[in-house]
């Protein structure tokens, strides 16, 4: 199928300027890193081989929305992280969350969720599922008896917690739920995102799907969106299938860029964690915070469930005698952490949960559920330590200049 320099150069060309450097013979070296396969479908040598290939989707590749190698590559990455036979890969952390609860969930079903799931992932539960006759129904994961209770009454088809709960950094006791689960022949999903593969495998503490939104740690560098579904070679089988038909497939530059970043995802982990559990302490004792959440800080980590006893890269806080108009002003002060709506990046980042993730729920309801006016969220970056410390500490003293 390639052609080579004599055969086009006795064409026209319109035909040249179109065929010329494209579709050369497999060449023989191997790229140190995966190549950007940038192509929406894949050629072969004979029809009979393409044949092949269309029986066998392992045999080749033939259409980027059926797999792609760099689409691949990412994959083979996160399945070796996860300690997992099989992962796939999703155009966002929304979709991974979307293809997983329609390859388990069919109208009739109940899926329980955690309280305090992230927003996007309640709202698709609560609105977007019960229009396929699935029922969400929301429990407070902390409280093991009444999951288990909830489990057993309602039998649902999927379990569905985060590692680390968004934004008051709850921690799920995973093996507890997975056992849960298994009892109530429920298939148990974890969202990874906040703990990442370098923190906790929950694969291997019971999880049948482990999901991260990639476009938080995983990629890290605030430049790409996806997600990814780790799992078994069953299941890995069945959503690559689901997601041919349903088109929520990633792109092959997208995957590269999280691939690029999976590289160095453990160094930069290590690093924010360290910083975090740093700032953490330090808030602690500062005079202007009311309260700090972070994993491991009030009550101990579950048992074994965190490889070193690191308790992430993201750290809450209460500023104290703040409102809203203190929190802006802190927002507004900071010169070197960014205020943004996403975490996990290089960058520090800040939030206000209750503009942003949270804000459509009223004051008493997230009072409800734990989440002040006063709270403020932060992704620890790699920056110098000190450097992020000085930076909070001058806007905490900002927020607290402002006239009365
Ligand atoms: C825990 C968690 N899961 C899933 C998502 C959704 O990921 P994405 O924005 O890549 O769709 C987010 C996004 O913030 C998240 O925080």
């Known amino acids: 199928m390639g052609h080579d320099r004599g055969t086009l150069a006795s064409l026209g060309a319109d035909t040249r300027a179109v065929h010329a450097g494209e579709r050369a013979e497999p060449n023989p070296v191997i790229p140190t890193t995966t190549p950007i396969y940038q192509t929406s479908s894949f050629s072969y040598r004979s029809t009979d081989e393409l044949d092949r290939v269309f029986d066998d989707n392992s045999a080749g590749y033939v259409y980027t929305r059926y797999g792609n190698p760099t689409i691949r590559a990412l994959e083979q990455a996160v399945a070796t992280l996860e300690g997992t036979e099989d992962a796939v890969a999703f155009p966002s952390g929304m979709a991974a969350i979307a293809a997983a609860l329609m390859a388990i969930a069919s109208g009739g079903d109940t899926v329980l969720a ?22 969400g129904q929301f ?57 990442t593969p370098v923190l906790v495998n929950p694969a291997a503490l019971g999880a049948d ?56 995802l453990p160094l ?42 690191r308790g992430g890269a993201m750290v809450s806080f209460e500023i104290r005698d703040a409102g809203r108009e203190e929190v802006f002003a802190f927002l507004d002060a900071l010169q070197l952490c960014v205020p943004a709506t996403t975490l996990g990046d290089v960058y520090s980042l800040v939030l206000y949960p209750a503009m942003s993730s949270h804000r459509a729920l009223t004051p008493e309801q997230r009072a409800s559920i734990g989440i002040s006016e006063s709270l403020v969220r932060l992704s620890v970056g790699i920056e110098n330590v000190e450097d992020i410390m000085n930076d909070l500490d001058q806007a905490l003293e900002a927020c607290h200049r402002i006239p009365a």
């Open 114 to 135: 955690s309280q305090d799931v992230y927003g996007a992932t309640f709202a698709l539960i609560q609105n977007e599922l019960r229009r396929f006759g699935v029922t």
């Open 139 to 195: 429990v407070n994961v902390l409280d093991l008896a009444d999951l288990e209770r909830t489990a057993r009454e309602r039998k649902p088809a999927a379990i569905l917690v985060e590692t680390i709960s968004n934004p008051l950094l709850r921690v799920a006791d995973i093996p507890a739920i997975a056992t849960i689960a298994r009892n109530a022949g429920a298939t148990l999903i974890v969202d990874n995102t906040f703990a």
């Open 268 to 309: 930069r982990m290590r690093h924010q964690c360290a910083s975090a559990a740093t700032i953490a302490d330090w808030l602690a004792r500062h005079g202007l915070i009311e309260r700090v959440y972070y994993p491991g800080m009030s009550a101990p980590l579950p048992e074994g469930q965190f490889h070193d006893g």
């Open 209 to 264: 799907l482990v999901i991260h939104s990639t476009t938080k740690y995983l990629g890290g560098h605030g430049d790409v969106t996806g997600g990814v579904i780790a799992t078994n070679a069953n299941a890995g089988r069945r959503l690559r299938e689901q997601a041919k038909l349903n088109g929520a497939v990633a792109g092959p530059f997208d995957a590269w860029l999280t691939l690029r970043g999976i590289k160095t």
